[in-house]
């Protein structure tokens, strides 16, 4: 079964700082997706970023980037110039697709906090 | 375009009760997934539809238990509720491309 660890819990940093968010996960498969999904305090789970295991280049989104590294299994997030709207909870997930049929397994997330 | 929505955002139940929730995906979309989150165990898969069929399910008991209509929305059902089903239940929808799930505002179930 896949598994995802993200191994810091809550994270805080200051306005305008770079922050790293840190995820590893587990699987045999060598096709697969990755994402990061942002969470406010609102609740609304909202896409950041997606990466195919498939693609050597890593995903970028303004000031959100990626660096993933297939071999060590690893999917860290890269928040720069960060901003008080980015205070959230994020979660890496992985997806397997089989025939179709889509399933994320997601971490157990990282509380981040920007600020002022 | 207009995003997920999920109806009630809000939900107090007892427990023996039983519970409906309903999701309406992106147009277009015909995939349908949902979550469970609670602050224990976290973000789990509970199904996902596809075209009116079922096509994956988590490790859930089967008092959950779901369904999709020919329109794409789709509804979860919870039998006798128990105090641990209370939790945020999110919907997310998924189109033919990137296999990217959008998810909606999610429902608050809590179980009395």
């Known amino acids: 079964a896949q598994t995802v660890t993200q191994s810091q819990p809550e994270m805080s940093v200051q306005e305008a700082e770079t922050v790293t968010l840190s995820c590893t996960y587990d699987?045999?498969?060598?096709?697969?997706?990755l994402f990061w999904y942002k969470q406010p305090p609102s609740r609304q789970m909202i896409l950041v970023i997606r990466q195919e295991a498939y693609k050597q280049q890593n995903a970028t989104e303004n000031r959100f980037s990626v660096n993933f590294q297939k071999a060590a299994k690893s999917f860290s997030l890269k928040i720069s110039d960060s901003q008080l709207g980015d205070t959230a909870m994020y979660f890496c997930?992985?997806?397997?697709?089989?025939?179709?049929?889509?399933?994320?397994?997601f971490g157990q997330g990282t509380r981040l906090t920007i600020n002022p | 375009k207009a995003g997920v929505t999920q109806t009630p955002r809000y939900l107090i139940k007892t427990r023996g009760q039983q519970v409906t929730l309903s999701c309406s995906p992106i147009?277009?979309?015909?995939?349908v997934s949902w979550y469970q989150q609670t602050p224990g165990q976290g973000l789990q898969f509970l199904f996902e539809?596809?075209?009116?069929?079922?096509?994956n399910k988590g490790n859930f008991p089967g008092r959950f238990s779901g369904r999709q209509f020919s329109n794409s929305r789709s509804e979860m059902n919870v039998s006798t509720l128990e105090l641990g089903d209370s939790a945020l239940y999110l919907c997310a929808s998924s189109g033919l491309a990137y296999n990217e799930q959008f998810f909606g505002p999610g429902t608050r179930l809590t179980v009395l």
């Open positions: 147009s277009g979309h015909r995939s």
């Open positions: 699987t045999s498969e060598s096709n697969y997706y």
């Open positions: 997930a992985f997806m397997r697709i089989i025939q179709g049929a889509q399933k994320l397994v």
């Open positions: 539809y596809f075209s009116e069929t079922q096509r």
